[in-house]
């Protein structure tokens, strides 16, 4: 059981590039979520999912694009990288129904743009 | 959402109990108080839940007020290992579909001493 696995772990992109960042979950967990973490700060959610097919904004997804096209997976896409962006990303998923244990997070992408 | 309030850092005592609070004065009926923490830069760990009573499991207590406006973790005998930033969110039942706007603080940075 791999609960929640995010790849790339690392990435460096130029100003303008694109990049897609994967999260894909094994506990057949109905919610997913993408969070940035910048230095020393709490975590934003960008965007989030409450089920396959379907995406919605959370407080910053400006520069951002998502896609649940599978249960298990959750993309997040950056489509002309700006330095701005450069933090860390976490990916989470969740249960919806009431026995809900919390979120469980991946281990993050640190992503550097120059 | 409701926000909440936590302060920015606290120290313990490696041993003794360490309590966190946290405030919630705009938590609306249904909404639940959740506690994670993240150590390093690991993804955010969940650590306990709850709506209105008290609860306690392996790894904490967690005491709600009567008028739900704040709330308190205990780490009942902290070790070196509990120092993290630890966060509280208020988010809605996970089977309400706005349940994916919660959002995380700066949380409070903990630091147990020997």
């Known amino acids: 059981n791999a609960g929640v696995t995010q790849t790339p772990k690392f990435r460096v992109l130029k100003t303008g590039q694109s990049m897609t960042l994967l999260c894909a979950q094994d506990?057949?967990?109905?919610?997913m979520y993408w969070y940035r973490q910048d230095p020393g700060m709490g975590l934003r959610l960008i965007h989030y999912s409450v089920g396959e097919g379907t995406t919605a904004k959370g407080e910053v997804p400006d520069g951002y694009n998502v896609s649940r096209l599978k249960k298990q997976n959750f993309l997040l896409g950056l489509e002309s990288a700006a330095p701005s962006q450069t933090s860390v990303y976490f990916c989470?998923?969740?249960?919806?129904?009431?026995?809900?244990?919390?979120?469980?997070f991946g281990s993050g992408t640190r992503l550097t743009v120059v | 959402d409701a926000k909440t309030t936590q302060p920015p850092s606290m120290d313990c005592a490696e041993g003794r109990a360490a309590n966190l609070p946290c405030n919630h004065s705009t938590i609306s009926g249904n909404e639940y108080v959740y506690w994670y923490r993240q150590i390093h830069s690991q993804g955010p760990q969940y650590i306990i839940h709850?709506?209105?009573n008290n609860e306690t499991n392996e790894m904490a207590s967690l005491i709600i007020t009567e008028d739900r406006k704040s709330s308190t973790l205990i780490l009942p005998h902290a070790t070196l290992r509990d120092t993290a930033v630890y966060y509280c969110i208020v988010r809605l039942p996970p089977i309400n579909t706005n349940a994916g706007k919660s959002t995380f603080g700066d949380g409070t940075t903990l630091t147990v001493k020997p």
């Open positions: 506990m057949n967990h109905e919610y």
């Open positions: 989470a998923s969740s249960f919806s129904d009431g026995i809900n244990y919390g979120y469980t």
């Open positions: 709850g709506l209105k």
